[in-house]
Structures are given as C-alpha cells and as structure tokens.
C-alpha cells in the first residue's frame, strides 16, 4: 500500500462524505416539502427560496446549541452512542457501487458486508437508551434492539434471494444482471419484503416504534441536543437513503434499467432519481400510515414477512433449479403478494366495514321507525 | 393491504391539490367584520374628543378587570363646544389581560368603545401590553377609518336595543 | 415453576405527562408497567385548575358565560349553551325560534369541530401525521364561520340568556354553502385514510374495550357510552333546543374499544351535517333576543340543565339568591366523568396502548380540572 | 509492514476489550468491551483473508449476541450486579483461567507455526459446498439443537407470560 493509495482513499472516503451529507440535507427538505405537501402545506419556505436554505440553518443551529448531557447518564455511552450508530450506516457505503465504476471499493461480499454492518448499529441504539438514564429511552432502547433484529432476517432472507439470481453478492454483478429485466419483474414478492422490512430497519412509519412520538417520545434520542442528536439524524437519513439505493440496485435494475448507455455519469444520475423515487414512496408512508404497537410489529415480521421472506426464497430455489422460464417466477410472486395483501385485508378491514354497515342500517332503520312514530 | 392503497391514494391526490395555508407574517388572512380584536376607544371627528366619557361601566363589566379609567371635567363642555360634561382623563387596558369577550362594547352607552381588529399581542418590552388613552384611541382612529365607523347610537339617539334592554345601565350598576 | 418465580421482574414506573405529547394537555398519569404491559395506571388531575365554579360565585351571569367558555375549549358554543339554558329555565324564559335554530346550527358545528379535532390527535396519537391536517383544515373554516358569526374564532361570548348576542351576519348562508360540501368530502376521507386502514384497525380494535354496564356504573356519557351500545343521547332522550323536530340517528357501537370510540364520532359528525343541513332549510327571520332586562337576576331557587356535548352529558347546577350572580354552581363535566374510566379501560394494556385509550376517551382538561 | 501494524491494532483491540470486559465493575460496559473484543478478532480475521469469516463475526456476536446480551442485562437492575464482583470463587475461576492457558498454549506450541498462512479467499461457494457435502449431518445437528433451544427460550416466554 503506497503513499499514493491512503492519498487516494483519504480522498474517496471524503467526497463519501460530503456526498452523504449532502444527499441528507436535500433529503430533510425534501421530506418536509413532500410531508407538507402531502398534507396540504408549504412546508418550510422563509429561508431561501422555497425553504432551500432551511437545511443549512437548521444544521448550524443545531451544531451551536447547547449539547446537554443529563447528570444521571452513563457518561461514556452516551457519547459513544452516536458514533456507534453513525459509523455503521456510512461504512456501508464503501461498497455500495452509485454506477458501474463510482465506488469506493467494489467486494465480492459487498452485500453481507452492508448486512453485517448495518446490524452494528443496533448497539449504538441500546447505547443510547440505557446510557439516557430516562425511561423512555430504556423503552426505546429495547423496542429498537427488538425491531431492529427481528426485521434483519427477512432483510437477510430477501437479499439471499436476490443473491440466488446472478449466484453473486457482488453489487456490479447483480445489477448487470438486471440489464434486460430488473428483479422488480421476477420478484415482486421479495421487493415488497425488502421494501417494508428496510423501512422497519430505519424505523420509518408505519414501523416507527423506537421513537414514537406519541409515545416514548423519541425513544433512544430523548435526551441528546445538538450536535449529538444531528449524528443519529444524520445517520438515520442516510440509512433511508441506503435502503432506497439497496432498493434500486437490488430490484430495479440500478444503473443498467432501462437501456442505458454505458456512461458512468449518466448511470450514476438514473440510480440517485431512482433513489430519490424511492425514498419519496417511503416519505409518502409516513404522510399516511399510523404506526403499529411493538407486538403488531414483531407479529408482521416474524409471522408475516419471515414465512414470506422463505417462500420468496424456496419459490426462487424451484426456479433456479428447473430453470423454468422467467415469468413463471413473477407470476407466482405476484399471486403470493397479492394473496398476502388481501389476507390481511380480510383480516382486518373486511370485518370492520360489514360491522360498519350492519350498525349503520340498524341505525337508519331506527330513524325511521322513530320518524313513522311521529307522524 | 387494500384499505392502506386508499389510503395511499388520498393523501397522493392531496399532493396535486393547492395548499390551503398562508404564508403568516406575509400574508393575512381576511378578518370578519365582526372580528372582536382588542378593545379600542373611538374619537369623535366633529368635537376632536374621545366618546369615552370615563363612566366606568365597562370597567365594572370586565371579566377580568383589565381596564381602569378616570374622569374629569371636559373643558370643552365649558367652552359650549362639546355636549359632554365630563371627559375621559386617563384610560388603560392591559392587552394582556383582555379576553376578548366584547362584554364592555355591549355595556358601553356611548360607542365609546369597540373591538377592533388589532390581535397581534406580541411586544419586546414586559409591559408593552398595557395600552394608554393615546395609544388606545390611536387604534380605535385606524379601526374607524377601516371600517368607516359610525356611531350607532350614543346618549342623543334614541337606542332601538334600549326597549329590550329595559332599565339604564347606570341604573342597573346603582342597584347593585 | 420455581424458576420463573426467581427470575420475576419489578414493575417499572413510568410518569406519563404532565409534559408529553399524547397527554392531550397537562394531564399526568403514573404508569406501573411489566415490560410493555400496563399493570396499573394512576390519573393525577389538577395542572389546569381555574377554580370556575368558585369565580362563578362571584360574577354576573354575562360575565358567567365567558368562564363557560373556557371549560371545554374545544367546545365552547355547547357550554355556554348549558349555562344559559339553566339560567332560562330558573327565569323561565321563552327563547325565540331563530335564536334556537342559530343555538343548533351553531352547536352542531362546534360538534362537528371538537370532532375533527379528536380525528386528527387520534390519528396523531395512533402515528398517523397527516389525518390532523386534514382535520384541521376543516376545523378552521368552522372556526373562520364562527369569527363570522361572533367575533371570535374560540371564545366567543355569544349565546346570552335568552338569546344569542346578535343575529346572524348577511353572508351566513354563502359560508355555509361553501362550508358543509368540504366537510362531507373530509369525512368521507377520514375512513379511506384511517378508520378502515389495517394498521388502524389493528391498533384499535379490541383495545381498551368496555363493557356497556361498566361504562354506565362509571358513569361515562357521550359518544364514550355510545360506543359500548348503550343507546343515551340527550338529544333524543330529553329533547332541548330544537331536536324533537329534526331527524337524525345516534350511531351506536357495539364492543366499546377504541376504534368504536373513534367511529361513532365519526358517524356523529355526518349526523351533525345533516342536521346544521336541516336547521339551515327550516329557520325563519325574527328576532334572536327574548325581552329581558340587561342584567338577569334569576329569581331565588335550583335548576339543573345538562346538554348533550361532544364529550358527554355537560350539567350546570344552578343554585340562585335572586341577585344578579349565582349563589353555587356545580358542574359536571363530561370529560371529568369520562376520565374515571381509564383505569378499567387500560388494564392489561401496552404502553403504545395507554396513549390510544387517553385519547379516544377525548378529554380536554380545561374541563376535568376546570 | 502495514498488516503488521494492523495485526497489532487488532490484537490489541481484542486484548484489550478482554480485559475491559473482566476489569469493569459495570455490565452494560463489559458487555461492550465484549464487543469490542469481538471486532478485534474480526479483524484479525479479516488480516488472514477470512472475509467471509470476518464479516459472519461482526454480523452474529457483534450484531446479535451482544444485543441479546445488552438486552437482558437491560431488563434486569444494575445493583443486583454490585455484590456479585467479589465473590469467594475466585480461586476456583483463576485454575480454570491457568488450566484453559495451558490447553491453548500446548495446542499452540504443537501447531506448525512456522508456515505462510494460506490464502482462504472469500471462498462462499466452498464453504457452502463442503457444508451440504462433507459436514451435512454435524451442520443438522447443529440446526436442530438450535431449534431444540428456541422452542425451549419460547416455551419459557410463555409460561411466565401466563402466570
């Protein structure tokens, strides 16, 4: 290793990071831009045109603030906490290929390198809650080791999947091989699963259970100020935006879908718009959907999604093996996700609305017993 | 899952439809007439004197006693200008205090006194909510000019109220 | 098993409030909790004490009005209807028609208001961040008809004894043209975005549950009741204002959680449409003030009056000397009452829970400590 | 050179979360020296081109095994932990310490030692055919005490949920 290549990988890693945190603030107004759409606002307008300066004012406001450590805390854990859950999310990115070439380092296990890392920062998130000396924390904590873990299987199990197509976990291999159709087409079924259990894995509603606002009224963040609390914010927008780019690359097709020419700039655009697509859809999620309760959420991974996640893999093995035509595989996948979808429909909507409508006639007929009865 | 798409599709919808809130401090949303703002004294434009003849009924009608007055001989009265004997000296409302509950505009006989639209309450200093007489008859002039303000009735006219209103206030206040 | 008896664990205490979001203002409540299981729950009221019934003592009846106001702040044209409609009935006053109808018409607008509010912190409460908007949105161009109307988007000092304080204003129908459609529509979304989401209903359903004699003993009222199947509804079953001549249902549901709760307010803000809809057909010009003396002097004797709230059964318990303030007056607030039911409701619950239960018993503490 | 002053880093991070983890009066903090300890060992993992090996380290003990770990040390209160440092057995965890000492040392000193380390690669594919070839059955096995064992973890969530 020469004095050429720690220059050239100091370099890297600092466009890494100046690129994430970039990606961050547009991210943060871009969520409060899309929220406030959403929900029939401006969002943020006064600083700069359209709020574009809003990020930057709010990150020097949070950088000069007070940083309170509260007296009962487990000093050193506190501290570490949001390294530890900041380191993980931005080491993942030395692998993570934005196009052909535009990567740090490209490794043959990128993808169990980006799960076995991810999971680090599970720790940082139970340091956090049990060096904040609150109970809320502690809760938070807990609700963030258990989410957090439970939802990393079917992650891991969709990924497996994936890995079965191109049998590589190289990221480059797998998106080369989506050049003609991306892994969307031949699995639905895992991009559903993968697509809630990364929104899980960064705790974004409706799995938003470790910081519930209305509950435990941030969790493992409670009691971090400034700059502090910026590295968790830090590092869970980028953890979105990873799930969002995994999401591209992993199902739709990165940089080679559809038809593009091999230029690593304009690959690298497509996979950033896509990302951003996607990140958007997991911002729509939060302006619609409520939140579960901690059992709901283990429930639907460990009941739901985990048995998906396996029939998602087995359905791929069976293809793999007979190697049967591709659209066998998506029109199973899709069957399954569908069947899923309406089960849970049945579940609990359908009865609801037949009580509904049963109260509601009961209701009229009344009304209009009363209303002969009058006259 | 098929509830959580219709969910979905209503707050997508909601994103192509326009926004429905003001961008505040820039833009104000239109005030009813009716708007009941801080309590402001009125100026009567032909005699150059307030209304307000510092009688204290609305001051015993507050709620929450946030106003205080005193009274004193009109000079003008003196001079044959003015038909009120006596004239409002000093008057103050504490802004802070005010619930806007318009119960002095209703005891009030002699228009003196009126909601305005004025609702912005925040001031740089502790006591900045404490309105004097010049301050309190410099909003009620803007609110006369806004609304284009008459007098509705005063001690002259014959009040079309006073049959259901019954006995005189200061009557009323006398029995007390 | 032995082992299990080595291994059990302390209950946590975990001091809900009185500074937390889902607490619904400055409620506090002492959680004992198992893991995420509630074992016991303790209310502490009191944050907000204004001691109303004691400054009633010692104010006017118009000015009375104004502290009615502030009880239930989400409602206020349904106080202030409770506390002239008791001090109407010891003077034994006719009101004219038209005040009526503007009393209903208003009320039920105020209904559907308070309602749009618990839409939107439930589905706040649940996580959902956008149905409060939505809710919102509608609720401010209530409270802009109400500014319209009163004066005042909130407090509005409005209904007087033996009347209203003046009478609608000219374009009163034009607002409520553009008014109600909007509503309906928001309504409408209401139960594609949460009361039938899946998430929702999970949430909900069979959670904080109560059965319909409980709830009675209890002495829960309003759509809290109603939820348990209990069919009592002031309006219907002692008619006041004018709902002996309009047509309209009580939605009733049958298990008593909280996704019954939320749905029959729901339901109770379509009814209300229908009916400020009815009122609007069937009111006649005249006048809005009974003839009475400036200052009301009640003559010597107790009245008790109580209305139908979005909360419950609001009673005001008047006790007069004959002089132009009350002697007593006892209030019974529907929230306060309602309140009471939280610990048979949150047995056994998960903390996530606890904030759901708080929220679709829909208090507003400017009532329960008042 | 360089992979030399990173064999040492390495060591050193494993040497030292092991001694933080037995010097710490505090669990929670010994349960993160745990951790550390573990990375170390990653990377020493990692320095003989054990990739593979490395990265199923960070992913289970690091990720996992400590959460469980903090987890329920978390659920249980902290003073319960204070009496428990001092204890009359330690003579009895010294032996075992000195015993297992020589056990590594002895199969230490018989290694060939001497040898190039050689290059393991990522190797996954290897690795998953002698693992459903060669070592099916003690791989079974392995699942099925697994499994054996979180049924038996449910099976006691439960009856204390019960009671």
Known sequence: MTARDIALIILQLTVLVTGLITVVLSLTWLE???????????????????????????????????????????????????????????????????????????????????????????????????????????????????????????????????????????????????????????????????????????GRTPFDIYFAESEVMGGPFIEYSGAHWAVFFLSEYINTFTIAVLVVLLFLGGWSFPLM?????????????????????????????????????MSVGWKILIPLSFVNFGLTAFYKFYELPWWALTVSSLAITVAAGYGLYRRWTWPARATAEERLARARAYRRAEVTDAG | MLASFKGLGVTLRAFFKPVVTAQYPKQHLPIAPRFMGFPVLTWDDGVKEPYCTGCMVCIRACPTQCMSAQ?????????????????????????????????????????????????????????????????????????????????????????????????????????? | ??????????????????????????????????????????????????????????????????????????????????????????????????????????????????????????????????????????????QSLF???????????????????????????????????????????????VTFNEIFLARTRDVGAIDGKTALGLGLTGPNLRATGVDYDLRKAEPYLLYDRLDFSVPLGDRGDCWDRFWVRIREMEESVRLVEQCLQQMQPGPVMAPI?????????????????????????????????????????????????????????????????????????GEVDR | MTSLVLFYLAGALALGGAVGVVGTRNVVHAALFLLVSLMGVAGIFLLVFAEFLALVQVLLYGGAIIIVVLFALMLTRLQDFGGSMENRQWPIAALAALGLFFVIAFA??????????????????????????????????????????????????????RE
């Not at chain 3, 506390?83 to 009393?103: S, T």
């Not at chain 3, 000219?170 to 309906?184: A, H, S, T």
């Not at chain 3, 005001?316 to 529907?334: E, M, N, T």
């Open chain 3, 293 to 365: 003396r400036r200052i009301s002097r009640p003559p010597k004797g107790e009245v008790f009056a109580h209305a139908e709230n979005p909360r419950g059964d609001l009673g005001v318990y008047l006790v007069s000397s004959g002089a132009d303030r009350p002697y007593r007056v006892k209030i019974r607030p529907p929230s306060f009452c309602n309140l009471m039911s939280l610990k048979h409701m949150m047995r056994n619950a998960y903390v996530a829970d606890a904030v759901l239960i708080l929220g679709s018993i829909d208090i507003v503490l």
């Open chain 1, 261 to 297: 020419p091999e230029s690593a700039w304009l690959g690298f655009l497509w996979v950033v718009v896509k990302a951003y697509l996607v990140v958007f859809v997991i911002f729509w999620f939060r302006g619609t959907f409520p939140r579960l309760r901690i059992d709901q959420l």
């Open chain 4, 108 to 161: 230490l000193a018989r290694s060939r030692g001497s040898e190039e380390t050689e290059r393991l690669g990522p190797g996954v594919q290897e690795l998953g055919r002698s693992l459903f070839t060669q070592w099916a059955i003690p791989f079974e096995v392995a699942s099925v005490l697994l499994l054996v064992a979180l049924i038996g973890a449910i099976v006691i969530a439960r009856a204390g949920g």
């Open chain 2, 71 to 176: 009274m004193k001989d009109n000079p003008l009265f003196k001079e044959g200008k003015s038909k009120r004997r006596k004239i409002v000296d000093d008057f103050e409302i504490n802004l802070g205090r005010c619930i806007l509950c318009g119960i002095c505009v209703e005891v009030c006989n002699f228009d003196a006194i009126e909601m305005s639209h004025q609702h912005e309450l925040s001031v740089v200093v502790r006591n900045g909510n404490r309105a004097d007489l010049q301050q309190l008859l410099a909003m009620g002039r803007d609110y006369q000019k806004e609304m284009g303000w008459k007098p509705k009735g005063g001690e002259e006219a014959a009040k079309p109220e006073a049959v259901t209103r019954g006995e005189t206030p200061a009557k009323e206040e006398a029995a007390v």
């Open chain 1, 32 to 202: 409060r831009k899309a929220l406030g759409r959403l929900q029939r606002r401006m969002g943020p307008m006064v600083v700069g045109p359209h709020g574009l300066l809003q990020p930057a004012a709010d990150a020097l406001k949070l950088l000069v603030k007070e940083d309170l450590v509260p007296a009962l805390a487990d000093k050193l854990l506190f501290w570490l906490a949001p390294m530890v859950v900041f380191v993980p999310s931005f080491v993942v990115w030395v692998t993570i290929p934005l196009a052909g070439e535009v990567v740090v380092r490209n490794m043959d296990l990128g993808l169990f390198f980006i799960v076995a890392f991810s999971v680090l920062a599970i720790v940082g998130m139970v340091m956090a809650g049990w060096g904040s000396a609150n109970k809320y924390a502690i809760l938070g904590g807990l609700r963030a080791a258990a989410q957090l873990i439970s939802y990393e299987i079917p992650i891991i199990m969709a990924v497996i999947a994936v890995i079965m197509l191109p049998q590589s976990m190289n990221l480059v291999t797998i998106v080369d091989d989506q050049r003609t159709i991306p892994y969307a087409v031949l699995q639905p079924l895992g991009l559903a699963i993968f697509l809630l259990a990364g929104v899980a894995e960064v």
């Open chain 3, 1 to 142: 098993m032995a082992i299990n008896r080595q291994l059990d664990t302390l209950d946590m205490m975990l001091n809900m409030g009185p500074q937390h979001p889902a607490t619904h203002g400055v409620f506090r409540m002492v959680l004992w909790i198992d893991g995420e299981r509630i074992v016991d729950v303790e209310p502490h009221i009191g944050y907000l004490h204004l001691g109303t019934e004691k400054l009633c003592e010692g104010e006017q009846y118009s000015q009375i009005i104004t502290l009615f106001d502030r009880l239930d702040y989400v409602a206020n044209f349904n106080n202030e209807l409770v506390i002239c409609a008791a001090a109407e009935k010891l003077m034994g006053l006719e009101v004219p028609e038209r005040a009526l109808y503007i009393r209903t018409i208003l009320c039920e607008l105020n209904r559907i208001a308070s309602h749009m509010l618990f839409y939107g912190t439930f589905a706040l409460d649940a996580g959902a961040m956008t149905p409060v908007l939505y809710a919102f949105k509608e609720r401010e161009r209530i």
């Open chain 3, 147 to 193: 500014e319209a109307v009163s004066g005042a988007r909130m407090m509005h000092n409005y209904f007087r004894i033996g009347g209203v304080k003046q009478d609608l204003p000219e374009d009163f129908y034009d607002r409520m043209g553009r008014l109600l459609d909007p509503v309906k529509r928001t309504i409408e979304e209401a139960d594609d975005l």
